[in-house]
């Protein structure tokens, strides 16, 4: 089964700019998170959906970063504008429906703000 | 909200001697813990997961963690350590209610000599 597709891989910007990152879960998961993971911490939830509808995006910081799942499948998150503390690595994670299923991550991101 | 501990940012061990990583949960209903493993450049991969079955719970690579009830603890460990172990390993737990929500720990960087 092919895995968690991620583009780009690395991405660097100036502050201010835009950017956007793209997800492609695997097939037939129906949920799918996004997870920023600064250096030296654990990844930490900014969006979580259930097919094209989104479940907690509490900490996601709504000023500047959107995200969205169009027909329950391929996702998006874009922060606009940067600021040099979103230098991060994005992962974008997938699972089956259901509490007690492993997420299955792609291999990331990683954006530098200068 | 569930949280998790991991005591040690960096524990450093000899090839072939034992690998134990601990880890520390709060959950206010009974949890899903689950153990990752992360190599650099790379997303998360799934070591293991505990889901009310079994207390002792076996993973990839030689791997096995133990749930500890009255301890809230779910530590990992390996017999004898392999220089291809030397990685970031992240505890998480999940509540086994609602909508699945993975919190993660900051993580445990392995290392092992030679």
């Known amino acids: 089964e092919a895995g968690v597709a991620q583009s780009p891989r690395y991405k660097i910007i100036e502050k201010r700019q835009s950017v956007a990152f793209w997800c492609n879960p695997i097939s037939g998961h129906a949920t799918l998170y996004w997870y920023q993971q600064i250096l030296g911490q654990g990844p930490k939830l900014l969006i979580q959906f259930q097919n094209n509808g989104v479940v907690d995006d509490s900490q996601l910081p709504k000023d500047r970063f959107s995200a969205e799942r169009l027909k329950g499948v391929d996702s998006t998150l874009k922060i606009q504008p940067a600021k040099l503390e979103d230098s991060a690595v994005y992962l974008c994670?997938?699972?089956?429906?259901?509490?007690?299923?492993?997420?299955?991550f792609g291999n990331g991101t990683r954006l530098t703000v200068t | 909200a569930q949280s998790v501990t991991q005591l040690g940012s960096h524990v450093s061990v000899s090839e072939g001697a034992l690998v134990l990583l601990r880890c520390n949960y709060s959950s206010s209903v009974p949890p899903y813990l689950f153990w990752y493993v992360q190599y650099p450049n790379q997303g998360l991969q799934l070591l293991l997961k505990y889901t009310s079955a079994a207390t002792l719970v076996k993973g990839i690579n030689g791997f096995e963690a133990e749930f500890k009830k009255s301890e809230t603890s779910f530590h990992l460990t390996k017999p004898s350590a392999h220089m291809s172990d030397a990685a970031e390993y992240f505890c998480?737990?999940?509540?086994?209610?609602?909508?699945?929500?993975?919190?993660f720990g900051t993580g445990t960087r392995l290392l092992v000599s030679p």
């Open positions: 998480a737990v999940s509540e086994g209610t609602g909508f699945q929500k993975l919190v």
């Open positions: 994670a997938s699972s089956l429906l259901g509490t007690g299923e492993a997420l299955h």
